[in-house]
């Protein structure tokens, strides 16, 4: 596009952005009230959730949010455990789950179940008697023709639900129901087998599916909301659901780490655990509702995607036909039993500096988990990136195998094992250095740090200025519990916090700490704040003052303990704006950890705000209270939202 046409639709839509702001305005966009008072409960901790489910999870505004409160608890864990293991998709919520552990997921259901919340009147009831006919019969009868057992056998006679795991079919929006029985009939929502729920849909006809819909949100909910006790044994007037393919709705377990089986050498094997878990193994190699270790899992890369491999000791499709050589050969040459060179989304280029004898230790461990018959998936990467050859080439100018005799890594100082740690098994160059066209690190660029190919996250230079004014004690707190002097990891290091750092003992921490601190080099520097229109920070701070003060403060103070301060936050004030943008968008909760097991959220704004409007307030915020980042234009944050609707 040209550059003359392009300033011509930018202005296009400002003007357009400008006169929608000016409806909103006039329409009660108001500044609000004082805010409430910092309360630290669950209504608090769960304020990213209700941002979309309502206060209190009264159902969102839009008819499409589902309510939460007062449903099942167990169905409600249920659904989040779903979500996170890929039976129910929802981008936005899975994103702000992911870092939650099950624990705290469970204490959130058992918080929304026990709200109880008068329902609204539905807005109109159905006229159309013919409609009425079709869904009552299915509802109260069921067709035993078909084998069809009627929807109130399970939901209750009241259609309440029935505890612990049958939710209620009251108070639902119309196209809620439409789709979640149009998701059951396509594969696009299960639930844990027996999924009764998917029998039952995909024996209802379209007309009933639209019929059960409507006559259902158009029904008053009782005054008692609340589930019924429990399932009927059996109900003579319909179908029998004892058989156990009718039994569904079992509960999800939390999960609680399995411990290894017994094997020869048990010191070896809990060392590899350990390592395993530092090393984040299981995160790239377990698929998302997946076995554990069985691999399957898609990393993205700009070439297409790389699927990880099943390390689970399956003779056929796992590693259990390797030798502790040919696992070697892997971790430190990146390559494969069969000869084939791996590719380098599998971080070799940093797990080559694993010593020999840590190799045979997770060698060992990765022995000891249950094994997985599951066949490895095909990479759907690009021509020439598919072959072998280009493959070779790449490898040829980009990896270097580390010497074959590194110095024994345990014995030698805690600075040693610091950096040992950090460029091998921590693997931390890999995102936080800045990677070449041909998605190699650049060995020039220490001082940049990298803006992850696919998420647009940027993780600074771990050699950056910044770094120094944290104390050792800080840096090793960031990476146990996830917590920083200003705020706490986000993205993609909530992650990495989340499966791995946060299993390291004090004294490796302490280490990797020590060694990252004596790296940190130059002296912080800040972009001088542009000239900006006193409209466009006006236009800032109103949103700011309704969107996000409540948690963050009037003045950026924020909230000790939940909610960072904006106000002095080198975060706010860095020059590249990819992870403040990122966090407006999606919103985020740190990681569980044990230093901070129940962490606050903030919510998404990916649906409320333009860009226009994040442009504004980011500028707002990089400018005021004492902050001097530079100011942010609309153009910016475009052409973020552009790279990251690209990346696939
Ligand atoms: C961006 C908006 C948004 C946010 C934020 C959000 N949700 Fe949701 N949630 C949804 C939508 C939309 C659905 C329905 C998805 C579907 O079509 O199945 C849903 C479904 C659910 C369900 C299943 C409800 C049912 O009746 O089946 C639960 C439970 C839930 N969310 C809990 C949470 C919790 C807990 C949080 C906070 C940690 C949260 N949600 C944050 C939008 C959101
Ligand atoms: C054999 C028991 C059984 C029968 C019969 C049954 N359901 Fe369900 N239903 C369930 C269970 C269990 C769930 C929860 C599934 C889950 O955990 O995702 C459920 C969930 C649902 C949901 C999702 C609610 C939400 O908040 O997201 C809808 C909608 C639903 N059922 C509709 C129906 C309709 C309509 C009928 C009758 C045509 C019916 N069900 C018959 C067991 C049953
Ligand atoms: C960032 C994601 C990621 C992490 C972290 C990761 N891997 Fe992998 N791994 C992959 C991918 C992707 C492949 C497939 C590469 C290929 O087939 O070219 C792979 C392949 C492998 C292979 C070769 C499998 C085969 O069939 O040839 C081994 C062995 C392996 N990984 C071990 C490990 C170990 C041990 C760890 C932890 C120390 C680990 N990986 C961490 C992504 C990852
Ligand atoms: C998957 C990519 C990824 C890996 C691997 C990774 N990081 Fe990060 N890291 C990030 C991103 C993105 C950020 C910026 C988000 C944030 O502030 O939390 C970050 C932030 C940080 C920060 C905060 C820097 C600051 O100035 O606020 C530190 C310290 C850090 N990482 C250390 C490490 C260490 C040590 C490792 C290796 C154990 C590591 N990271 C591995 C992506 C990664
Ligand atoms: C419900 C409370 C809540 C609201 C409302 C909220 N935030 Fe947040 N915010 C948080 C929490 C909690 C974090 C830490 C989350 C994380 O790091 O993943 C955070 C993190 C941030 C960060 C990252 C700070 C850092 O150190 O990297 C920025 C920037 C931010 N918020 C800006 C905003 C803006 C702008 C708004 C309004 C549009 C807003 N927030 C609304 C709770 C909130």
């Known amino acids: 596009m040209s550059v003359a046409r392009s300033n011509f639709l930018e202005r296009l839509c400002a003007c357009a952005w400008a006169i929608a702001f000016g409806l909103a305005l006039t329409l009660g966009f108001t500044n609000n009230a004082a805010a409430a008072p910092f309360e630290d409960n669950m209504a608090q901790r769960t304020l990213a959730c209700t941002a979309c489910h309502g206060a209190q999870g009264r159902a969102g505004p839009d008819g499409y949010y589902p309510r939460l409160a007062g449903k099942p608890a167990g169905y409600l864990y249920n659904q989040l455990i779903s979500f996170k293991q890929g039976r129910r998709h929802y981008a936005p919520m899975e994103r702000l789950i992911s870092t939650l552990d099950d624990k705290y997921l469970l204490e959130m259901a058992q918080y929304f179940s026990s709200l109880s919340i008068p329902y609204e009147s539905p807005k109109a009831a159905v006229a159309n008697t013919e409609l009425t006919f079709v869904a009552n019969k299915l509802v109260e009868q069921g067709d035993a023709a078909r084998g069809l057992p009627a929807c109130a056998q399970c939901h209750g006679k009241a259609l309440t639900g029935t505890q612990p795991h049958i939710p209620g079919l009251l108070g639902l929006p119309a196209d809620y129901l439409l789709a979640q029985l149009g998701g059951w009939q396509n594969d696009q929502r299960s639930a844990q087998v027996p999924d009764c729920m998917a029998k039952v849909a995909r024996m209802l006809k379209p007309a009933e599916v639209s019929a059960l819909a409507q006559w259902l949100s158009s029904q008053t909910v009782p005054a008692s909301s609340k589930a019924a006790a429990q399932l009927p044994a059996q109900r003579t007037s319909s179908l029998d659901i004892t058989s156990p393919q009718w039994r569904c709705g079992a509960a999800s377990e939390v999960a609680s780490a399995t411990a290894p089986q017994a094997s020869a050498n048990p010191a070896q094997v809990a060392r590899g655990e350990y390592l395993a878990r530092i090393g984040n193994c299981a995160q790239c190699h377990t698929a998302q509702g997946g076995a554990a270790y069985a691999g399957g899992r898609a990393i993205d890369t700009p070439f297409g995607a790389v699927m990880s491999g099943n390390l689970s000791p399956d003779a056929t499709y796992g590693i259990g036909n390797w030798s502790a050589q040919d696992f070697w050969q892997a971790l430190h040459h ?15 280029t940093s797990y080559t500096q694993v010593t020999r004898e840590d190799a045979d230790a997770l060698f060992a461990y990765l022995k000891t988990v249950p094994s997985s018959p599951t066949p490895n998936r095909a990479h759907t990467l690009r ?227 333009s860009d226009a409007e994040i442009a504004a307030v980011l500028s707002y915020l990089r400018t005021s209270w004492g902050n001097h980042g530079g100011t942010v234009s609309e153009f910016d944050i475009n052409k973020l939202r552009i790279a990251l609707t690209q990346s696939p």
């Not at 909530?494 to 299993?503: I, K, L, S």
Request: overall charge positive; hydrophobic content about 40%; proline content about 7%.
């Open 334 to 348: 990146g390559i494969s039993k069969d000869g084939r060179a791996l590719y380098p989304a599998f971080p070799y």
């Open 383 to 609: 021509w020439p990136y598919n072959t072998q050859l280009a493959l070779k080439v790449w490898r040829l100018l980009f990896f270097k195998p580390a010497a074959d005799t590194p110095p024994n890594a345990a014995a030698s100082a805690a600075a040693d094992r610091g950096a040992y740690l950090v460029h091998g098994l921590g693997h931390c160059d890999e995102c936080h250095t800045q990677r070449n066209a041909f998605g190699a690190m650049r060995a020039d660029a220490t001082q940049e740090g990298g803006v992850l190919q696919i998420s647009q996250w940027y993780a600074p230079a771990l050699q950056s200025p910044w770094l120094q004014r944290w104390s050792d004690v800080q840096l090793q707190t960031f990476l146990q519990n996830g917590i920083s002097p200003h705020g706490y990891a986000a993205g993609p290091m909530a992650e990495v916090v989340q499966h791995g750092t946060r299993y390291l003992t004090n004294a490796d921490a302490l280490a990797m700490a020590q060694y990252l601190k004596r790296q940190a080099k130059g002296s912080p520097v800040l972009t001088a704040s542009a000239a900006i229109g006193s409209d466009t920070l006006k236009m800032g701070g109103a949103i700011y003052d309704k969107q996000c003060a409540d948690c963050h403060g009037k003045s950026g103070q924020g909230q000790s303990g939940a909610y960072p301060a904006l106000a002095g936050n080198p975060n706010v004030q860095r020059t590249k704006i990819n992870n403040l943008v990122l966090h407006i968008l999606y919103g985020g909760y740190p990681a569980s950890t044990s230093g901070n097991p129940r962490p606050f959220g903030m919510p998404p704004f990916v649906l409320k705000l």
